[in-house]
C-alpha cells in the first residue's frame, strides 16, 4: 500500500462530492482521506442547485439532494469527532435568485459557510462560461460579478478569482485592470482570496507567451503583493484522493511572492454563517 504523504497545511475548505456531476466519491471517501493525511479542518463545497435559469444545471447537485447531503456530512462527524467537517456551497451569486436562494438553502441553520466563484458571466444577455471569456467586455462584467461577492458580506473567500485567466490568454493593461479592481475590493472588504490547488492539476494552456497554467496566474498574485489581502488556499477536490492536491504548489504561490496566509481558523470565527448574516 502506497504511503500516505501528510498534507503541508492542516485544513481544506473545497471539497466536491459526485453530486455536481463532475467529481468523484462522497463525504465519508474524503473525510477518511483527509484524516489520513493529517488534515484537521474539511470544509464540503458543493455547487448548489440553480434552477430558475437552469444555469450550469449539469454541473451541479439537484435540489432533492440536499437533505442528504447535510446528513452525509452529519455522519462523517460521527465517524471523524477528531476533525471539524463544515458544510457549505461554492456559489456564483446571482442578484435576480435571491429569494430562490433563500427560500432553498440560505435559510438553513446547518449551513457553515459558503465560498463565492465566478463561474459564468451575463454578457450582452447571454450567460457566458468564463472559460470562453476572451475580450475586454468579459473581463469587466467579471469584474462586477466577482465584486458582488465580495461585497456582500456572504462570503468565507472568494475561490480562484484569477480564472478569467483561462480565456483571457495575454497580461495586458486590461488583465491587469481587471486584477486590481479584485485585489481593490478584496482589500476594502476584508475578504480573503483563494490560491487555487486544482488549476495546479490541470494541463498547461498555450498562450501567447507560451504554455502557462489557467490558473492560478503568478502575475496576479504577484500584483497581489502589493495590496493589503489574505489569501486561502485549498485543493478544490474532485475525488478522494485530491483532498491536498496542489497545496504544496499554492505554498509555493505564497512564498514567492510574500502573501499573507489567512489561517482558516480565525477565517471561520470570524465571518458569520450566511444563515446568521441573513437575520442579524
Not at 456559489?91 to 435559510?107: C, R, V
Not at 468579459?138 to 458580506?153: M, N, R
Not at 485567466?165 to 486590461?174: N, T
Request: overall charge negative; aromatic content about 12%.
Amino acid at each position: 500500500m502506497k504511503e500516505k504523504i501528510e498534507s503541508v497545511q492542516k485544513y481544506n475548505l473545497h471539497t466536491h462530492t459526485y453530486r455536481c456531476k463532475h467529481a468523484e466519491g462522497d463525504v465519508m471517501e474524503y473525510a477518511a482521506e483527509a484524516s489520513e493525511r493529517g488534515i484537521e479542518v474539511l470544509g464540503f463545497s458543493e455547487h448548489p442547485p440553480l434552477h430558475p435559469e437552469d444555469i450550469w444545471t449539469p454541473f451541479r447537485m439537484e435540489e432533492d439532494e440536499l437533505d442528504d447531503y447535510f446528513q452525509a456530512i452529519s455522519d462523517a462527524r460521527e465517524q471523524f469527532p477528531q476533525m471539524k467537517i463544515l458544510a457549505g456551497f461554492e456559489m456564483d451569486l446571482y442578484p435576480g435568485f435571491k429569494s430562490y436562494y433563500e427560500d432553498t438553502f440560505l435559510h438553513r441553520e446547518d449551513l457553515d459557510y459558503l465560498i463565492g466563484g465566478v463561474h459564468w458571466i451575463k454578457y450582452r444577455g447571454e450567460w457566458m462560461w468564463i472559460q470562453k471569456a476572451d475580450t475586454a467586455g468579459h473581463l469587466i462584467e467579471y469584474v462586477k460579478e466577482i465584486t458582488g461577492l465580495i461585497e456582500s458580506g456572504l462570503m468565507s473567500f472568494i475561490t480562484h478569482p484569477d480564472s478569467f485567466a483561462y480565456g483571457y490568454l495575454e497580461w495586458d493593461a486590461d488583465a491587469e485592470a481587471c486584477s486590481r479592481d479584485i485585489l481593490s475590493a478584496a482589500e476594502e472588504y476584508n475578504v480573503p482570496l483563494e490560491i487555487n490547488g486544482y488549476g495546479l492539476r490541470k494541463p498547461d494552456i498555450d498562450t501567447p507567451a507560451g504554455p502557462r497554467k489557467a490558473y492560478p496566474l503568478n502575475k496576479f498574485w504577484e500584483l497581489a503583493s502589493g495590496y493589503d489581502v489574505t489569501v486561502v488556499c485549498n485543493s478544490d477536490a474532485h475525488r478522494p484522493g485530491d483532498v491536498a492536491g496542489g497545496l504544496d504548489g499554492c505554498h509555493r504561490i505564497i512564498e514567492q511572492f510574500h502573501l499573507k496566509h489567512h489561517p482558516v481558523a480565525e477565517a471561520m470565527k470570524e465571518v458569520s454563517s450566511p444563515y446568521k448574516v441573513l437575520n442579524r
